[in-house]
């Protein structure tokens, strides 16, 4: 029987019970639900709402049904429309009448709300215990690659000599920001729903501070209608998740250019890659190639939260019980990747040989070379210009410009002696880019202190 039997004459059809359900999806709220309700039933009885021994035989049976759904003695109804109903339905049949009395002063709209909201803000936390993680790893690995010299790419062309360390301090860099984003979207997520009732309040003297205090949230909900109606906050954090996927998913592509024979910058650990079932010298970045394909899943949520709210007037409308099997998708899928992706980084081989290699190659080293010039007094776009006829005169030649003979050189200026090749050496080209943010050593050893310092002071809610 459902609760409004009282209201309609006829059962509802099965096939719409099960098209209304969320338990399938929501029953995972189940600790913050209860949770919720013991705090509201705290806050009614001290506010003379309900009687203190009603209170207290609900917050009793509360406590029995969390510790039972813990233990799996108690198993989730899937006849039941949602998580909030089947905790209710099983209070009232474990105590019997008090139980009756919970919902007063409450609606399952400002329930599902604050539910919602207390779920996201316990998954914040573990997705940016995670991040820190990550952000640890990519400093070691970045840490023990100071001087493995790589070609830096623009255009996906070698442009200008890096190292694997500063190309991890990008990353690095990104995911602080990512970790940043978390913290706001925490921010606008701690705040208290409950007491906004179905949309418009409620007559009984409730106390919503004290269920905010109660609960841990850094405030209350302003305005009814807005605390039940809007879902902002998780299309904020799928956002903030898709974002984070995104960087997630540039750097798997680059390990799967690395892992090809064409780069062999990295090899992956054989657990962490996969064979052929039919090209027996195959070994697949599996990992990294789904992790790209789930960013495109989780770009999925965002959208779908998007255009799932964008016609919705105020305040409650069911097309809002759809918000859940996005969110939690976008949750566990960011979750899953980087728990994956962090063990596959630890356990994969650097080739620092290959990297150098092709270092070497491209004539990476142009721009130093028309440095070079201009600090020998030339203008930069002369230089610019003798260089470009350098690069042109080494095709030509087939050689590089370390192995050019220094009577090409001197043929387009007198400016060029024996030091140029000194100037151009690789090793030179990297590690006298000191500037701020650059690849030289010292420089990503800077870069990656700060993000340790950002690391350190973070309070990790
Ligand atoms: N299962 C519902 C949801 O997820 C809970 C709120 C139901 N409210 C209502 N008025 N039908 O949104």
């Known amino acids: 029987m459902p609760m409004w039997a009282g209201r309609f004459s006829k059962e509802i059809d099965s096939r719409v019970n099960d098209f209304n359900s969320s338990i399938k999806f929501d029953a995972r709220m189940y600790r913050h639900d209860i949770k919720g309700s013991i705090a509201h039933a705290t806050m009614l009885a001290e506010c003379g709402i309900i009687d203190t021994a009603d209170s207290k035989k609900i917050i009793d049976g509360l406590n029995g049904i969390l510790n039972d759904l813990d233990s799996g003695a108690l198993e989730f109804d899937p006849n039941a429309e ?3 109903m089947f905790v209710e339905a099983e209070l009232t049949k474990r105590i019997g009448d008090a139980g009756k009395r919970l919902h007063t002063a409450r609606s399952r709209n400002d329930q599902v709300a604050l539910d919602i909201r207390m779920y996201l803000r316990d998954e914040i936390v573990e997705i940016k215990s995670l991040v820190k993680e990550l952000i640890n790893t990519i400093v070691e690995i970045a840490e023990n690659n100071l001087d493995t010299v790589m070609p830096g790419y623009t255009h996906l062309q070698r442009a200008q000599p890096v190292t694997f360390a500063h190309h991890l301090s990008a990353y690095a860099n990104m995911l602080c ?4 984003r978390l913290n706001d979207t925490y921010k606008r997520t701690d705040r208290m729903p409950l007491g906004s009732g179905a949309l418009a309040g409620t007559t009984y003297p409730i106390d919503r501070q004290r269920v905010c205090d109660l609960l841990g949230f850094s405030e209350v909900c302003q305005n009814s209608l807005d605390g039940v109606s809007d879902r902002d906050f998780c299309i904020e954090l799928a956002n903030t998740i ?9 750097f798997s592509e680059e390990i799967v250019m ?9 090899e992956l650990d054989d657990a962490y890659s996969t064979g052929s079932s ?12 789904l992790i790209r394909g789930k960013t495109a899943r989780v770009y999925g949520d965002l959208n779908t939260l998007l255009d799932m709210m964008k016609n919705l007037p105020l305040a409650y409308n069911k ?12 949750v566990d899928t960011v979750k899953l990747c980087i728990s994956t992706f962090i063990p596959m980084l630890e356990t994969m081989t650097v080739l620092k040989d290959n990297m150098r290699a092709a270092a070497a190659k491209g004539f990476i080293n142009a721009t130093d070379c028309a440095d070079y010039l201009v600090k ?14 350098l690069v042109a005169r080494c095709i030509s030649l087939d050689t590089t410009l370390e192995a050019l003979p220094l009577e090409e050189y001197k043929k387009l200026s007198d400016k060029f002696s024996d030091d140029v090749y000194e100037a151009i050496s690789l090793d030179t080209c990297v590690m006298q880019r000191k500037s701020q943010g650059g690849p030289a050593p010292e420089s990503v050893s800077q870069q990656l202190l700060y993000v340790k310092n950002f690391l350190n002071e973070q309070d990790d809610k």
């Open 82 to 84: 949602d998580v909030h």
């Open 278 to 289: 039919i090209m027996p010298q195959k070994k697949n970045p599996d990992v990294t190639e």
């Open 242 to 250: 898709s974002i984070l996927m995104m960087h997630l998913s540039r």
């Open 376 to 389: 020998k007094g030339m203008p930069f776009r002369d230089a610019y210009k003798i260089t470009g006829t």
């Open 319 to 330: 097309d809002m019980q759809e918000d859940k099997e996005a969110i939690f998708d976008a």
């Open 177 to 180: 920001r990512d970790y940043e």
């Open 258 to 266: 690395w892992c090809s024979w064409e780069f062999k910058f990295v």
